[in-house]
């Protein structure tokens, strides 16, 4: 994304909401899509999958961070998307928060019902690279 630039957050709403199409939540009902700006300018989305085993199912922020590593789609995500079915912002949970803190750290935006903030202001302290590599030996 160019300095300056903003980014086009009704495009990427949109693009979360047609990924709440291809959810699988049969046993919440709870479609969840969500969509992201790359660092390299590419989006990127993702979509819940639940399972019988409720423990083991995988948000839509995991599915879209997994599916740009493994398509090679940029370097770092730089601004995400997330709806539930009713095609409303929905907040990452704890868990995605982390995760997604791997993949566009502290200044990284996030759309919201009350606006757009940074994974930092949602995950204050996070954990991350730096620690691993500075605790270990």
Request: aromatic fraction near 6%.
């Amino acid at each position: 994304m160019p300095q300056n630039a903003s980014p086009d957050w009704d495009a990427l709403r949109s693009r979360a909401r047609g990924m709440t199409e291809r959810s699988y939540a049969p046993y919440s009902g709870v479609r969840v899509g969500a969509a992201a700006l790359t660092s390299d300018g590419e989006v990127v989305t993702g979509c819940n999958v639940e399972n019988a085993s409720t423990g083991i199912g995988i948000c839509a922020e995991v599915t879209l961070a997994t599916s740009m590593v493994a398509h090679g789609s940029g370097q770092k995500l730089v601004a995400m998307a997330v709806v539930a079915g009713d095609g409303d912002p929905i907040p990452p949970c704890g868990r995605c928060r982390q995760f997604l803190y791997e993949f566009g750290g502290d200044a990284m935006l996030i759309e919201t019902a009350e606006g757009i903030v940074t994974l930092g202001e949602l995950l204050p302290g996070a954990f991350g690279p730096g620690d691993v590599a500075g605790r270990s030996g």
